[in-house]
């Protein structure tokens, strides 16, 4: 069957009886939208302040292909399997993004028996948390052009205006655009254009906020473009627009409960992007899980070059939080590509191929060992059409790198193909956790700690940039050199060419442009020919996604 069949099928429990009984908690704490999904109330998160912490599990992967190397799956599939073993488990995952849904690369449930539910709910509006940072971001969008109509009372320059529309949806057309056309009833006419609402700084601000308090702050401090004197930033509180900004994020701030295909509870909330923003779920979701559980399972986006990257040294660095154990997602057929088959050739044996993609394997475990200082345990996500000798020799590479392999089964089997891996992981968490290393200390200045990212962590041997873009970074140390880097770069590769497979060295990286988070508290550096409003392929999932006579949506995957 496929994923949504599978889903459609699934025994789901009322999610307030299933919290109350997993998780103890109570049904006046928990805001029910319909019978499977509900908010969990601020108050009671609140509440939970003094518990110890559970331990944290990471899952990444090696740089994504287009045969899948299932991530979130294994994320799914492990939780699962930590039940199974007596273990008090909850996942914390993103919210899927309308874009991919209908693109190409699909939903963001997981797959086969590892899956979280309602997945169609799930990947098509769930909550409305989107929706709502999409309103915020365009809410503020809307005031600067009235503000600028009305008289520009501040001075806003707008031809140094930094902040664009965002639409839920991958639209090329839209990268680019002119707003105010039509006559002075329509207001100042300028150059705009739209970014995707996962890129949004509203998205990186919910997902980093500790509470409604720090929400608005944050949101006040987002920086929204300049004055005609060139130098002095105008900030969404001085167009009193953070107030209704948060009244429109009010609930979705609040954390989403659902449950997996084996009733376990799983936390789903927030979603920026890993290739365009710092692809991890809420500080929120997962700070309150760790007082719910004995183990928290979550991921961060794309491979560990860019998703598990940020979750070090963006999100455990605000957020405080220490992960036991990073969970490395691999395939054969993933390796295979990298080591240069075609994506229809993958399930024909290749140990050539698959010995040269194992060095994209090597460069990933190496990063989180040596410069994440994190323990490892690389999960062979199992395809029918691997080899025995396929399998070995993955092992064997692992065994060679002094790290642990488990061949996980959980897209067949669920969670109890997942139970090795359970078992391997819930021991090094509780025998040998580690203690993270950021790739880069806070007081080194910006250049430096992009460049330190891209030798480090990619392999380059160096980066680059135009006179304007480093003279910004350097004009930002002053005030702002202390913060982050979120680099904006493809997910396909440890270079900026989505085509250099495997782990390329001596590559450069081309810093394109820069740009200020000042209410998320990070630095945006957008790396190659990367953009922040992606396009539909040739031939969009969404061709092929339909709704049957009885209401069912078919083709969502």
């Known amino acids: 069957m496929s994923d949504i069949e599978i889903a459609q099928q699934a025994k789901m429990q009322p999610i307030i009886d299933l919290a109350r009984e997993r998780l103890g908690v109570p049904a006046e704490h928990l805001d029910p939208y319909g019978h499977y999904k509900a908010k969990l109330s601020l108050e009671y998160i609140d509440s939970l302040k003094d518990k110890p912490n559970g331990k944290l599990i990471l899952v990444t992967a090696i740089s994504p292909t287009p045969a899948g190397e299932g991530k979130t799956t294994t994320t799914v599939g492990l939780g699962d399997a930590l039940n199974r073993i007596g273990k008090k ?18 939903g963001a449930a997981g ?7 309602p997945m169609e709910d799930i990947n098509l509006h769930f909550t409305g948390d989107f929706h709502a940072v999409g309103a915020a971001h365009n809410l503020l969008s809307a005031m600067i052009d009235n503000h600028i109509n009305h008289g520009n009372e501040l001075g806003i320059d707008p031809r140094r205006i ?11 057309a839209l990268r680019k655009i002119t707003v105010g056309q039509g006559g002075t009833a329509n207001g100042y006419v300028r150059e705009d254009g739209f970014d995707i609402v996962v890129a949004s700084e509203v998205m990186a601000i919910l997902c980093l906020a500790t509470d409604l308090k720090d929400l608005k702050s944050r949101l006040g401090r987002i920086i929204i473009g300049y004055k005609t004197d060139g130098k002095s930033p105008v900030y969404a509180r001085d ?20 449950q997996t295909l084996e009733n376990n509870i799983a936390i789903i909330h927030g979603g920026p992007f890993a290739n365009i923003a710092h692809g991890c779920n809420t500080v929120t979701a997962t700070k309150t899980a760790l007082k719910l559980a004995d183990y928290v399972v979550t991921e961060a986006g794309f491979g560990a070059d860019l998703g598990a990257e940020k979750f070090i040294d963006i999100k455990c660095r605000m957020a405080g939080l220490e992960p036991a154990v990073v969970v490395l997602v691999a395939t054969v057929r993933a390796l295979k590509f990298h080591g240069g088959v075609a994506k229809q050739d993958l399930n024909q044996e290749n140990l050539i191929a698959l010995e040269k993609g194992l060095a994209n394997l090597e460069k990933h475990v190496a990063n989180i060992q040596q410069h994440y200082h994190l323990p490892c345990v690389v999960s062979i996500n199992h395809f029918t059409f691997d080899t025995d000798a396929e399998i070995d020799r993955v092992e064997k590479k692992c065994e060679e790198m002094g790290v642990e392999s488990v061949v996980a089964k959980h897209w067949a089997h669920g969670g109890a193909g997942a139970e090795e891996l359970a078992h391997a992981v819930s021991e090094i968490a509780e025998r040998r956790p580690g203690q993270h290393r ?56 440890f270079s900026t060419d989505p085509n250099l497979r495997g782990a390329p060295t001596n590559h450069t990286v081309a810093i394109r442009e820069v740009r200020l988070a000042n209410g998320a508290g990070f630095i945006v550096a957008i790396a190659g020919d990367m953009m922040t409003m992606p396009g539909l392929p040739k031939t969009p999932a969404a061709e092929n996604i339909d709704v049957d006579e009885r209401g069912r949506i078919t083709g969502l995957f």
Not at 462 to 471: E, L, R, T, W, Y
């Open 438 to 493: 950021f790739v880069y200390g806070d007081a080194m200045p910006l250049w430096q700690k992009i460049e330190t990212i891209a030798t480090k962590i990619y392999g380059a041997a160096g980066i680059s940039a135009d006179a304007k873009v480093k003279a910004q970074l350097e004009a930002w140390n002053g005030d702002y050199g202390h913060y982050p880097i979120c680099m904006a770069k493809t997910q396909m590769s």
């Open 89 to 106: 488990a909850v996942l914390c995952l993103r919210e899927p993004s309308l874009g991919p849904c209908f693109g190409v690369k699909g």
């Open 239 to 258: 167009l009193k627009a953070h107030g209704a900004m948060v009244a429109l994020l009010k609930d979705a701030i609040k954390p989403n409960l659902v």
């Open 111 to 117: 797959g086969g028996y590892a899956q979280v539910v």
């Open 162 to 172: 930094q902040w664009k529309r965002v639409v839920d949806m991958n639209d090329r």
